[in-house]
């Protein structure tokens, strides 16, 4: 049985930003451009925020950005970024295989995030291969575009985009698409990006918060586990 000791089970929420150059923006089908083995495609950056969702409130979490314009080069960027989620796993040296592994969560983030920060972690050789697929895909992945599903479709299992989630639950802000970075880049709007990103992890730690207080908390409920 899995167990959640309130000072060590952690989740990480991260959104990251990928640049996508103006000759490779045409769809050829599939509704992600982003390809990090692509020449001319750059990893922009990204915010994160550590929680420890049985002893912190989430009005305290505190959101760390990383930029592109802020370090060195990219291979400083990434090492950065892999470093943040090597640290946290410190956390769980010398314990019990039963206590929860570190968790990752975001939109989309099985799918792009955290594989993309796989790829360029390899690239750039920032750690051993093996150490690096431990450190990344040894977390738990909560991808919230996945763990909607049921609350957005009738027929067909598919992850939800944000906007449909906004709709959902009745947030009140819809998502502008993922090429207005690129614009942004372009034109050097580097705080705009900024804001944007860390708005977005912002509405994941929302999003999360609202699941368990609206779905999870009432079947803890229903099944008479409620302290």
């Known amino acids: 049985m899995v167990k959640f000791?309130?000072?060590i089970t952690e989740i990480i929420f991260l959104d990251l930003e990928w640049y996508v150059p103006l000759d490779q923006r045409e769809s050829k089908g599939a509704s992600?451009?982003?390809?990090p083995n692509r020449k001319g495609q750059i990893?922009?950056?990204g915010v994160f925020a550590k929680y420890h969702p049985l002893k912190e409130k989430i009005n305290d979490i505190k959101y760390d950005h990383f930029w592109l314009w802020k370090v060195n080069d990219e291979e400083d960027l990434v090492g950065k970024m892999y470093?943040?989620?090597?640290?946290?796993?410190?956390?769980?040296d010398g314990t019990h295989w039963s206590q929860a592994d570190l968790i990752i969560c975001g939109q989309g983030s099985s799918r792009f995030d955290v594989p993309i920060l796989y790829i360029k972690s390899v690239e750039y050789e920032v750690d051993s291969e093996d150490e690096i697929f431990y450190t990344l895909f040894k977390t738990k992945q909560v991808d919230l575009s996945n763990v909607t599903i049921p609350l957005i479709w009738a027929d067909v299992m598919y992850p939800s985009n944000w906007n449909l989630i906004s709709k959902r639950f009745k947030f009140k802000k819809l998502k502008e698409s993922g090429a207005r970075v690129w614009d942004m880049y372009d034109t050097r709007q580097y705080g705009e990006i900024e804001k944007r990103t860390e708005q977005e992890v912002r509405d994941c730690v929302n999003l999360y918060n609202v699941i368990i207080e609206r779905f999870m908390t009432r079947r803890k409920s229903a099944r008479g586990d409620a302290t």
Do not use: H, S, T
């Open 32 to 35: 992600m451009l982003a390809n």
């Open 43 to 45: 990893l922009l950056g």
């Open 5 to 7: 000791d309130p000072d």
């Open 83 to 92: 470093k943040y989620v090597k640290n946290e796993w410190r956390n769980f």
